[in-house]
């Protein structure tokens, strides 16, 4: 996103003092309804295949009730961006399970939510909830969430959550009333015993809530009518003991600026571990992009602080907003509930993902010296829409104000998206973060990642591993999600983490897995990084350097290392230092590297091999170098224009890559259609080492006509040392419209007849028929006759008079008519009046029928709707034998350069042949009343060089025929 560089540094000034400004007591006070003690969860009924729903319901605030906000168009630069996979190994997944199927519950989208607790892990979705022991036996359920809460009421977006505080159980979904959300906090520290529960209702509908667990309460925020956002505080100690009038504070979020379009939703702290200072304030964060509005005139997170005093509700406050600058972030708009930025195999159907969310949960944790609170939230990677995971540490020492630690990008460069993360930190400062991953060559699937505290910052370091592959895709509706949970064994290193894919087609199913990323073990060592070398004009004595991490519980120190060049042992040394427990140091090789050759790809290894080593997988890392050129600039791609109708002037724009070592700019490129003389210009920019730039030429080519274009894009720097990618050749097409519409019931032209045309027809969507010719007069009125298999067909008919491939009001010859109002299937024919105008072009033109069921047939180009479009010839004339002749021939334009072309007509026609030449506004500009004949062709030469630029069209025929045929030319 653009930056307001100002605005930055006053920001980065303010950071220091911003909570000691004013704050702002709650906006409203509300004392829960204690609805009573339920009975044990695991005496509840089970909910039997009966008990489903037949139908999806949707539980979240349709988007149709949010309000529209300026948008902001800006480009964003992601500086940050990780784009390969981290390459160290961890132990194997140790739990991996099924939660809940589709059919077990039958609400869309299911929204799961799971925590892990000493010894179960307890699991809901809308709207049921299930109980497993900690090796994935079910041990209670699936119980009706309604039923347990006692709130006759399956409304959907539970949460649950495990306090370790107070080693008890919270279970939260919406509640009966209207406005309300129902809370049950578990009596003990079993999760199948018995629940308090407790209803608050808020000013309006509290949707997508979200807690987090606090040493003095409760907190949480709430998408408020699908309008705003609020953030509340409920009365952990007395929801604890049971007490009957808990009291929930509602804060308004000062100077917050909500995502118009998509679930407002932002992020209340929530503790991991049992180490908190009690007189530590909560926190609310979310994040703000100024794609949104001009409200918004930089990226950043704001940050709220909540001070609550129970004891004098009057002393509670919410603090204006610390706004902490980030990196540069695209949160976008199509990952709410428009069209979607998932996509899928096999469908056109993308999936949810949000953009106006902060990942649930926020997790913090005190590691003595300093304080680290963890965010997620999804962003746009690049104009394909692919998505990504913005994650952010922030770390305070308890006295200092919030700032980043550390944030990167996590979207690998496989072409997938990967969003919908949640993420978590254990003891040692380790990072695991979950996520959906999709795209159109993968179905939704589940993986996850992470990185070692002191791993360089910014980076997932962790091999990506699967957590499932979804088999299934969905492709009857955009819900997806809407949020996944990540939570933290009570031990302190293990996480677990639930979302939801497809098992079959449009079948949801929720996975639950737990995995670790500190092993536990006294002896292991690993290398995590090969530092140098790096591509570049390498030589034949390259030094190579690696970071090596103490992964275990002793110090370590005298270990072997191997190093290996293209699979083959180069060198063993010995790392005669001492690293401590989770530390790294790096360690230089005596023996260097022959990289000498140019354009080669080397693969460098190397291997830790310490004796006793508990864990191998981590004990090996692998680099690619290449030994680049100096100078290499080359031609990656053309990326416009595209295959496509009615391209017209087009701007060609190529994708250039410098594959060298040495920094490139001001070097011309180029591009030739045909092999037509070349367009030059010159790049101005920079481009680096690796990088890539696009690049659009300023002189535009007419792609008016229509047929197959060659382009050739290529490079020119002076002195490049390799030649062969310099260019690239693309072939592009423009066509006709051809919207292929739906017809499988029957909609759409069982049969066209009109004059020689006769033609029955299956469902095509789009069918051409232009090879099928009607010859009609002008002034004529003529019937049409059309057969449908369904009713309610509106139908409309076009002929391209002017045969610019174009079907506009002015040309229509059958106006809307609707064939069987009110009929379903069956067989239906009508008869109507097709009238040719007197002035009509005569010649050749293509004639568009189309038709639409239950609505007017709209443009004759618009690709939506059930129905049919096909095409045909209709040639305008009194047609005579010689007329039938000339409709016969063969019509051919060859290009000779300089706007220069030869016209041949092949034909069996024995007469005088005329050539005429017309501007696109009809207005005759040249002829040749007699083109001399060499056999069965007629020939012209025909010199367009003196005349205007544009496009023109060709007719040629007999002299003593109404019939001609046509042909486009473009003068450039």
């Known amino acids: ?105 039958g609400f869309l989208p299911p929204d799961p939510t799971g925590a892990v607790g000493p010894d179960h892990y307890v699991h809901s979705v809308n709207s049921l909830v299930k109980i497993f022991d900690k090796s994935g036996n079910l041990e209670v359920g699936p119980v009706s969430l309604s039923a347990f809460l006692g709130i006759n009421s399956n409304a959907g977006d539970p949460i649950i959550m495990y306090d370790q505080l107070a080693d008890r159980w919270v279970v939260s979904e919406f509640g009966s009333l209207n406005n309300s959300l129902a809370i049950g906090v578990s009596e003990t520290s079993d999760p199948t015993g018995a629940y308090n529960v407790y209803q608050y209702i808020f000013s309006g509908f509290p949707d997508y809530p979200k807690y987090g667990m606090w040493h003095d309460g409760y907190y949480g925020t709430v998408n408020l009518n699908g309008q705003t956002t609020q953030g509340f505080v409920m009365e952990r100690d007395e929801m604890l003991v049971g007490g009957p009038d808990p009291q929930i504070l509602i804060f308004n979020l000062p100077q917050i600026v909500v995502n118009p379009n998509q679930v407002k939703s932002p992020g209340a702290v929530s503790l991991l571990g049992t180490d908190v200072d009690p007189s530590t304030p909560g926190y609310i964060t979310y994040l703000q992009d100024d794609g949104w509005t001009s409200q918004i005139s930089f990226d950043h997170l704001k940050v709220w602080e909540i001070d609550v005093d129970w004891n004098n509700i009057g002393n509670s406050t919410i603090s204006q907003p610390l706004e902490i600058p980030t990196d540069p972030f695209d949160a976008g708009e199509l990952f709410g509930n428009g069209n979607g930025a998932i996509r899928q195999p096999g469908t056109s159907q993308r999936l949810a993902g949000h953009g106006g969310i902060i990942s649930f949960p926020t997790h913090y944790r005190s590691f003595g010296s300093y304080n680290s609170w963890l965010i997620t939230f999804n962003t746009f990677i690049d104009a ?80 990506e591993t699967t957590i499932i592959d979804g088999p299934g895709v969905r492709n009857n509706t955009n819900r997806y999600g809407d949020y996944s949970h990540m939570s933290l064994d009570p031990n302190d290193f293990t996480f677990w983490f639930t979302s939801d894919y497809f098992s079959s087609t449009n079948q949801w199913r929720t996975q639950i897995a737990s995995f670790g990323l500190s092993g536990g073990f006294a002896a292991d060592l690993g290398a995590i990084s090969i530092d140098e070398p790096e591509d570049g004009v390498l030589t034949a004595n390259e030094s190579v350097e690696v970071t090596i991490r103490n992964f275990g519980s002793n110090p370590q120190s005298g270990f072997p290392l191997e190093l290996y060049l293209d699979g083959n042992l180069v060198a063993t040394e010995v790392f005669s230092g001492t690293i401590n427990p989770n530390d790294t140091d790096t360690y230089t090789f005596n023996e260097t590297l022959d990289l000498s050759n140019q354009s080669q790809t080397y693969t460098i290894e190397v291997a830790t091999d310490l004796s006793g080593d508990e864990f191998e997988g981590n004990d090996r890392i692998s680099k690619d170098v290449t030994s680049l050129f100096a100078e290499d600039v080359g031609a990656l791609a053309i990326t416009s224009p595209e295959t496509g109708n009615g391209l017209g002037m087009q701007t060609v724009t190529i994708e250039i890559q410098n594959f060298g070592a040495n920094q490139q700019s001001n070097f011309d490129v180029q591009y030739s259609v045909d092999g037509e003389a070349p367009v030059v210009e010159t790049f101005t920019g920079t481009i680096d080492s690796g990088e890539t730039a696009s690049f659009d030429f300023t002189e535009q080519v007419n792609f008016t006509e229509l047929k197959e274009y060659e382009i050739t894009a290529t490079t020119n720097l002076s002195g490049d040392e390799q030649a062969s ?18 017809c499988i019931l029957g909609d759409g032209f069982q049969l066209v007849s009109i004059a020689e045309i006769n033609n029955v027809s299956g469902c095509e969507g789009y069918g051409d028929f232009r090879s099928q010719i009607a010859n009609l007069d002008p002034g004529s009125t003529n019937d049409i006759t059309l057969t449908t298999g369904y009713g309610s067909q509106n139908v409309k008919v076009w002929i391209d008079f002017n045969d610019d491939f174009n079907f506009a009001g002015n040309e229509v010859v059958v106006p809307n008519f609707e064939i069987a109002p009110g009929e379903t299937a069956g067989s239906y024919t009508e008869t109507l009046d097709l009238i040719i105008p007197s002035d009509a072009p005569l010649g050749e033109h293509i004639m568009r029928v189309r038709s639409s069921r239950d609505s007017a047939v709209p443009n004759g180009c618009i690709d939506d709707g059930v129905g049919e479009v096909e095409d045909y010839t209709v040639n305008i004339g009194s047609l005579g034998v010689n007329d039938f002749k000339i409709s016969d021939s063969e019509l051919i334009v060859t290009t000779l350069g300089n706007n220069k072309y030869d016209v041949t007509l092949s034909t069996t026609f024995d007469g005088g042949v005329y050539l005429s030449i017309f501007n696109t506004l009809g207005q005759e500009v040249a002829m040749n009343k007699s083109v001399s004949k060499e056999g069965n062709t007629y020939k012209a030469s025909l010199d367009m060089s003196k005349v205007s630029s544009g496009v023109y069209i060709l007719k040629m025929g007999g002299i003593s025929t109404t019939s001609y045929k046509t042909a486009r030319i473009i003068v450039e």
């Not at 990618?725 to 739906?742: A, G, H, K, R």
């Open 1 to 105: 996103m653009k930056k307001n560089y100002l605005l930055l540094m006053l920001s980065f000034l303010c950071l220091a003092t911003v909570f000691g400004q004013e704050k702002f007591p709650p906006e409203e006070v509300i004392t829960g309804t204690f609805l009573g003690k339920t009975i044990p969860l695991r005496d509840f009924p089970t909910i039997q295949p009966g008990d489903v729903r037949s139908e999806a319901i949707e539980v979240m605030v349709p988007n149709d009730s949010r309000t529209p906000m300026e948008h902001v168009e800006t480009t964003t630069v992601i500086n940050n961006l990780q784009t390969e996979k981290g390459k160290i190994q961890t132990r194997e997944i140790e739990q991996n399970f099924i939660g809940v199927s589709q059919s077990e519950s």
């Open 384 to 463: 394909n829409e692919t998505g990504g995971i913005r994650w952010i540490e922030l770390r305070n020492d308890g006295s200092s104000d919030w700032s980043i630690f550390q944030e990167g990008t996590y979207s690998i460069a496989d072409g997938h998206s990967r969003l919908m993360s949640s993420a978590a930190m254990d003891a040692a400062g380790n990072i695991g973060m979950a996520y959906t991953t999709a795209s159109e060559n993968l179905p939704v699937s589940l993986r996850y990642t992470g990185r070692f505290n002191g791993d360089p910052l910014g980076e997932m370091t962790v091999e």
């Open 725 to 742: 990618n310099d260019s690239v050749t693309v072939i592009i097409e423009n066509l006709i419209c051809q919207p292929e519409l739906f």
